[in-house]
Structure formats: C-alpha cells, structure tokens
C-alpha cells in the first residue's frame, strides 16, 4: 500500500482496496509494530502501575508498563526490558497471557500481554536504563484499587483497564 506517512512511531498507508462483498473502498492503515503490556506483580499481590505524561491526549495516565519490541528482540525478553527500563526492577518468572489488536479499526498494532513477577532489584552493571524520553513515576496498588481507579475514570488507557481483567 503506498506510504503517505513515515514516522518514528508508525506509518500512514492509504490504498483502494476490493472487499469480500466485491464493492470498493478507499482504507486509511496506520503501521504499528507490535507492542508488550506488563502486568508486574508483586509477592503481596499489589501490581506496579506507572503514571506518564500523554502528549496526544496532553496528560498525565496512570497506565501498566508497556513499550515496543526492538529489531532483532523477541516478546519475551521485550517484556523483561520494558519491566526493567519502567519499574527498576527484573522480573525473574515472565508468563505470556495472550495477544490482542489495540485498534483492528484502522491499526495493525498487536498488544501481547505478561504477567511477569518474582521481580528483583537489577544487577549493579545491567546495560537497561530508564528510557530519557519517557517521564515515569511507579506506583504500587492492589488489583481491586487498580480496578476500582478504572471504574473512577481515573485509568482512562484501554489496555490497561483491559489487562487488569486478565490476572
Ligand atoms: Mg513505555
């Protein structure tokens, strides 16, 4: 599909394309690489939430860690990462829980989604560091106070509110 778009984040494609019912329609595709949720639990059972500034939305979320997979990186060890660089800490039990599309309505972004815990303070040389561009505060709440915050508007990210259904 040809690009109108091309992006540090994702890509624009706009193409004319035959559907199953044989009529045409002009489509609009955003390009996204596929991305790992966490759900970060500790041995009490409370789960790390991160609070970061949105510029799309111009606000500050409370949201679970999450981030993109780099070239050559597996989802498994993404995951491991995005727990280290967003939390401070290393999570030594990783469990894949599923994969869902974020947006199937105009996006090709795939969320796969962890619960990862027995979570460890990071060796003293680890090479992961906190990502410079993202603003991250961690918080630690029970599921029901995560869930309760969904219920309160105060989580307005759907994967988040999403993911909380799944442990
Ligand atoms: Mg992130």
Do not use: N
Not at 35 to 48: F, N, Y
Not at 145 to 161: C, N, S, W, Y
């Amino acid at each position: 599909m040809p690009i109108v778009f091309s992006g540090r984040a994702f890509r624009v494609e706009v193409a004319t394309r035959h559907y199953p019912d044989g009529r045409e329609h002009e489509v609009e595709v955003v390009r996204h690489p596929a991305v790992v949720v966490l759900i970060p639990v500790e041995a009490d059972g409370r789960v790390v939430l991160v609070k970061q500034y949105r510029a799309a939305i111009e606000r500050d979320t409370w949201e679970l860690p999450a981030g993109g997979i780099e070239p050559g990186e597996d989802a498994d060890s993404a995951a491991r990462r995005e727990c280290e660089e967003e939390t401070g800490r290393v999570p030594h039990t990783v469990e894949r829980l599923g994969e869902w599309y974020s947006t199937p309505g105009f996006c090709d972004e795939l969320m796969i989604f962890y619960r990862v815990s027995d979570l460890r303070e990071p060796p003293a040389d680890s090479p992961h560091q906190p990502d410079q561009d993202e603003l991250i505060e961690p918080r630690l709440v029970s599921l029901d106070d995560a869930r309760a915050m969904v219920r309160r508007g105060e989580i307005v990210d759907l994967k988040t509110a999403f993911a909380l259904t799944l442990v």
